[in-house]
């Protein structure tokens, strides 16, 4: 083929896959000897070197390319050399495909070292977790002091302080004297302290209040209140009674002492029982309630006796010159009811008072010295007095002879005996 006739095969558009090293393909020179540069057409095409017209010569070299003929357009009759691809220059050295592909090429920086990646990942999470075991441990170690603050609240050291008491005094007792019943003192020596209990008057009103103070070397006063109080139950001595069939009777009547600071009250524990009790002639016990004006309370027992013999108004009392008994002889209406009351007085010695006192607590009869009676102790005196009631029969044989019906005339029979008797009750 002559270089310098048109080619009428001319290639519109061709496919040229891939181009490997284009250093390979040598330019083909333009008619008149000069080489035309390429043009570009925009920025990418700057990129591109310009191809030559298809010769003969290289036409064998652009098919063993891999141009696939399907790519290729058939109709190449007409010459158009204005499409032709212009000449591609020459590259040289310092135009090679690295050199200008390394010109708009930027740098790739280096890969990070995935193993100094991960220990950086890594950091963060053991801070982390440092952080959350140490807040772990502090919030454990609050929660103990807040716990051990709420038990027992503690104690500056070498502090020093006064609190006052709320003071109970006992009814009808002595105003104490001890400082320390006033108040604790914490870290203060007490003999630095007084105590001032002059509007103390009187311990004898229940719940009486009165004001009291501590005065301290450090200048200090302290005030608080004192109360009088009751927490003692009464100490009650009981009697037994005879009483007549439907007679009227009250828990009173078998008290013989009372021992309290304040004053006391009573009650049958079972009122109706001793309502009914009175119809029938017999012996019962009664139970009776002592209360204080303090509401401590006592039950104490005693015993009741309903006759059908009426009772005495009156007594013929007489005393033994040379004995502790008394006896007395009931009267009605001037005349001997045919009963009588013998009361034994015994002084003992303490320790035998306390232990027969202990041993007779809550009953209703005392055995002493062969004698069985209603026993009333006097702890003053350590006396005990023991009554016993005699029957007609049992008077009749002490005296061997049958006895005086009026009261005149029983007087004169144990005045001649011996004894001094007179009108008592």
């Known amino acids: 083929m002559n270089n310098n006739e048109p080619n009428n095969n001319e290639l519109n558009s061709v496919f040229l896959g891939n181009v490997g090293n284009i250093n390979n393909v040598n330019p083909t020179p333009t008619p008149g000897g000069t080489e035309t540069p390429p043009t570009p057409q925009n920025e990418a095409d700057s990129n591109l070197t310009p191809v030559s ?97 709420l038990s027992k609240k503690p104690i500056a050291l070498n502090s020093s302080s006064v609190k006052v008491k709320e003071v109970k005094i006992e009814i009808g007792s002595e105003i104490p004297t001890d400082i320390k019943n006033y108040a604790d003192f914490n870290n203060i020596d007490t003999s630095t302290c007084s105590i001032d209990t002059t509007n103390i008057t009187d311990t004898n009103t229940l719940n009486a209040t009165y004001k009291f103070t501590i005065n301290c070397i450090n200048n200090k006063s302290y005030e608080g209140t004192a109360t009088i109080v009751d927490t003692t139950k009464p100490e009650v001595t009981t009697k037994n009674v005879t009483v007549g069939l439907n007679s009227q009777i009250s828990a009173l009547d078998f008290i013989e002492k009372c021992d309290d600071k304040s004053s006391c009250s009573y009650a049958f524990k079972d009122e109706n029982a001793v309502m009914d009790n009175l119809k029938t002639p017999g012996e019962y016990e009664v139970e009776i309630i002592v209360q204080d004006a303090a509401k401590n309370s006592v039950e104490v027992k005693a015993k009741m006796t309903v006759t059908d013999t009426p009772i005495a108004d009156i007594y013929i009392v007489c005393k033994s010159s040379n004995s502790n008994e008394v006896t007395k002889y009931g009267i009605v209406n001037s ?80 005045n001649n005996k011996g004894y001094s008797c007179s009108i008592g009750y």
């Open 53 to 149: 017209p298809l010769t003969e010569e290289n036409e064998s070299a652009i098919l063993n390319t891999g141009i696939e003929s399907n790519n290729l357009n058939t109709n190449i009759n007409e010459p158009n050399y204005t499409n032709s691809i212009p000449p591609v220059a020459p590259l040289m050295e310092e135009n090679s495909v690295n050199n200008v592909l390394s010109s708009n090429i930027e740098t790739i920086p280096p890969l990070a070292d995935d193993s100094n990646s991960k220990k950086n990942k890594d950091k963060p999470n053991k801070i982390l977790f440092i952080i959350i075991i140490v807040l772990s441990l502090t919030a454990v170690g609050v929660g103990v002091y807040i716990l051990l603050g």
């Open 335 to 414: 005349e001997f009811n045919k009963t009588a009351l013998r009361i034994y007085t015994y002084t003992l010695e303490e320790s035998t008072y306390n232990s027969l006192k202990s041993s007779s607590t809550n009953l209703n009869n005392v055995t002493y010295d062969g004698k069985t009676g209603a026993g009333v102790f006097d702890d003053e005196n350590h006396t005990l007095t023991l009554t016993v009631n005699l029957s007609y029969d049992e008077i009749v044989a002490e005296s061997g002879s049958e006895i005086p019906t009026t009261a005149s005339e029983l007087r004169n029979f144990y």
